[in-house]
């Protein structure tokens, strides 16, 4: 396990709804969520922003908050060019970027960048010993590859390397019975790191709703298919609508005290920092669940 320097605190907020913002605008709700008391901000990459050039953004429009990747996928730039981003940003702001890295998914891979998929495993195993071993830096600067990064990882071999090689590990779009695993195959000291999306409204139809809009681009990549049937869940609940029953395993939904009671299944099952998902139609939508949550999640 990798020794990092960054701390991210117990509760943080992922979202990608940043991208649908101009760029002042982004900076200040990355200040808002500071002054909230969230700890990290979890930002991802897909077809939008470069996630280290709007990390340095926010990073320089906050005093304290942590950036972190949810996740920077390791297909669009060689492993060198991750390792000085990385060293980059810590000469910068020290200890507030934290590195999340994955393998993302075949459609975003081998269809949108035209790169090969076959072995998205052995692909990560290369490249992190690439980044610690074979890359070039000749700047101002930690000379030595700085410890905090975090793998996306649901499956056990991804789970296993997550805990070997980096600090630990950021699963996405799974439960606490996944984070409970996953502190199993882990071990006791790395960092546990789970995004929990959630629903503000204590009316089942209309949270359900909100969800099914949101879940169904996972449920159709294979990797968390997969996870989601290691969890228990059949055919039936991921075809058609899905199911109540997925529904509510992956989506917290209801009032502030229940949306907090989610995020406390996954401490008590091992996690060391969960980051909260708030799921909403528009920017100042999620925002205002930022302002909701802060006083049940962070006192």
């Keep these: 396990m990798d020794e990092r320097t960054v701390d991210p605190g117990r509760v943080g907020l992922w979202t990608g709804m940043l991208d649908m913002l101009p760029a002042a605008e982004a900076r200040e ?10 700890s990290t901000l979890w930002i991802p990459e897909a077809v939008g922003r470069d996630p280290f050039v709007f990390a340095a953004l926010l990073l320089d429009a906050t005093e304290t908050l942590v950036l972190a990747t949810g996740i920077a996928n390791i297909y669009a730039r060689d492993a060198m060019t991750t390792a000085n981003a990385l060293r980059t940003l810590e000469e910068a702001h020290p ?4 590195l999340g890295l994955g393998v993302s998914h075949e459609n975003l891979v081998s269809w949108v960048r035209k790169h090969d998929y076959s072995k998205p495993f052995s692909y990560m195993q290369e490249y992190l010993w690439f ?6 830096w000749m700047a101002v600067g930690p000379k030595e590859l700085p410890g905090n990064m975090v793998l996306a990882a649901l499956g056990p071999k991804m789970l296993e390397l997550a805990a070997t090689e980096t600090a630990g590990a ?13 502190r199993r195959i882990m071990g006791p000291d790395a960092l546990l790191a789970p995004e929990q999306m959630c629903v503000l409204s204590t009316d089942a139809a209309e ?5 099914r809009r949101t879940m169904p681009i996972y449920v159709e990549r294979p990797s968390y298919a997969d996870n989601l049937r290691r969890l228990g869940f059949t055919d039936d609940d991921l075809g ?8 509510d395993a992956i989506v917290a939904w209801g009032d502030t005290d229940a949306i907090a009671a989610r995020v406390q299944e996954h401490f008590d099952a091992g996690a060391d920092h969960v980051c909260v998902q708030v799921l909403a139609g528009s920017p100042a939508e999620m925002r205002d669940g ?5 006083p049940a999640l962070i006192g």
């Design 29 to 38: 709700a990355a200040r808002e969520a500071e002054s909230l008391g969230y």
């Design 240 to 247: 058609g609508e899905l199911s109540d029953r997925l529904v």
């Design 170 to 182: 950021h699963p996405y779009f799974t439960t606490p019975e996944h984070t409970a695993e996953a």
């Design 131 to 136: 980044m610690k071993n074979k890359g070039i």
């Design 290 to 294: 930022w302002r909701q949550l802060a």
């Design 95 to 98: 200890g507030r970027f934290l």
């Design 207 to 211: 949270a359900r709703a909100v969800a």
